[in-house]
């Protein structure tokens, strides 16, 4: 299941396709139809890849790989109901990660940017970090006007949840928030309300 995102502009994340490597360790991150991208990769994994291996996953409402990825034996399993739920985990993972130790993220956006922002504040590079899309594009969003930020975003536009105001979703990204940004669509004329298409879904 290839990503069906296209790159726009230069802060708009371009995701690739999980590959193992022959690092000492291997630490993956999954949420819901991610939980594929790491079935994919463990077909081409060497043999032993997963004694090394600690998995964490968030299962989809409509998309639970929970007894498929156990049954690759990796040295730990993970589950959290959601992301938030696993973002502590998440964090004293990273700040313990040792060194060599490869890192892959796989599923939604919101998945990989909080896990990438969760790394980045423990000290890891983004860059050195494997990630694939897949699933759900909704996108987590904040309004530049309120800096509140709202979650599983699918149309364009879209009322921000906090201060209530009609946002344009933009495609730039910021990966210190692990958010696309909102800016208000009708700030002259508050009236004009344009429909809301369901865009990232």
Do not use: W
């Not at 958010?179 to 309300?193: C, K, L, R, S």
């Amino acid at each position: 299941m290839s990503s069906r995102i296209v790159p726009t502009i230069l802060s708009r994340p371009v995701y690739g396709t999980l590959t193992p490597t022959t690092a000492s360790a291997h630490l993956l991150i999954a949420d819901a139809d991610g939980g594929t991208a790491i079935l994919d990769l463990a077909k081409a994994a060497p043999a032993g890849f997963f004694d090394s291996a600690e998995v964490c996953y968030v299962p989809g409402a409509d998309a639970d790989f929970s007894d498929e990825l156990q049954q690759l034996s990796p040295r730990q399993f993970h589950t959290s109901p959601t992301i938030q739920a696993l973002l502590p985990r998440l964090s004293r993972t990273f700040e313990r990660l040792h060194m060599g130790t490869s890192v892959y993220l796989a599923g939604s956006e919101s998945l990989i940017g909080l896990a990438t922002q969760s790394a980045m504040q423990a000290g890891l590079d983004y860059q050195a970090l494997q990630t694939e899309h897949r699933g759900t594009l909704a996108r987590r969003v904040q309004c530049v006007h309120c800096k509140g930020t709202t979650e599983n975003v699918t149309t364009q536009p879209a009322e921000c949840a906090h201060c209530g105001l009609l946002l344009f979703v933009r495609d730039h990204y910021s990966r210190r928030l692990a958010a696309f940004q909102g800016v208000n669509i009708n700030a002259e004329d508050p009236t004009d309300v344009p429909p809301k298409i369901e865009e990232f879904t």
